[in-house]
Every structure is written in C-alpha cells, then in structure tokens.
Nanobody, 125 residues
Framework: QVQLVESGGGLVQAGGSLRLSCAAS????????MAWFRQAPGKERAFVAA????????YYADSVKGRFTSSRDNAKNTVYLKMNTLKPEDTAVYYC??????????????????WGQGTQVTVSS
C-alpha cells in the first residue's frame, strides 16, 4: 500500500501560479503510475495529468496543456503539479492518485487504487 498526501493548495488570482505536492509514503512511487485529478462542486472528477512510472510518458488534459506541468522526484518520493496562468475554471479540489496496474487508462479515475485526501485550489477572477 502507498499513502498519498497533497499539499500546496490555496487562493490565487486569475493568471497566478501554484505548485501542488503529493508526498507518498509506505512504497516508492517509482513503482507506480501517478496522476492528478480535480473535482469542482457539482461536477465529475476530471483528469488533469498523469505520469507513467519511471521512464514513461507524461500526459495532460487539453484544458491544462501548456499551463500545467507535472513531475516526479523519486528521491523525495513526491509528485508535483505546477500550475501557471490559472483560470477561475481551474477552481476545484485536486487529488493525487496512484496505481501499480499496467496498461490502465491514464485518464480514468477508476484506474487508480490509491488516493490522497485532496487540496483545495480556488482561483478568483
């Protein structure tokens, strides 16, 4: 099992930036595919970014491509989501997720077995 804890959320004006962190414990994230999802009030959980395990590919939702960058630091057992040029529509609770399964759909929340508690990101207009 792996435990995930997100941090770094907060309130920011449109156009601003935040960096979220997902700290893992219990297992090394190098053995896991990792992902970020977000959920706004009244909306379904939506894919944001995914990082395949070491040596793999990073994917982004079209809505954040070019603005968000996700990375993993295996030495720190931490995944990051750098969010630039934030928009009010980015407002949501952001979740970190992990799976050891191979060949799963990276952009589907059901592909991931392990989840953090979420961190709130609020972007004001």
């Amino acid at each position: 099992q792996v435990q995930l804890v997100e941090s770094g959320g907060g309130l920011v004006q449109a156009g601003g930036s935040l960096r979220l962190s997902c700290a893992a414990s219990g297992r090394t994230i190098s053995n896991y595919d990792m992902a970020w999802f977000r959920q706004a009030p009244g909306k379904e959980r939506a894919f944001v970014a995914a990082l395949r395990r070491s040596g793999g590919t990073t994917y982004y939702a079209d809505s954040v491509k070019g603005r968000f960058t996700s990375s993993r630091d295996n030495a720190k057992n931490t995944v990051y989501l750098k969010m630039n040029t934030l928009k009010p529509e980015d407002t949501a609770v952001y979740y970190c997720a992990a799976t050891m399964a191979s060949g799963s759909a990276y952009d589907t929340w059901r592909s991931y077995n392990y989840w953090g508690q979420g961190t709130q990101v609020t972007v004001s207009s």
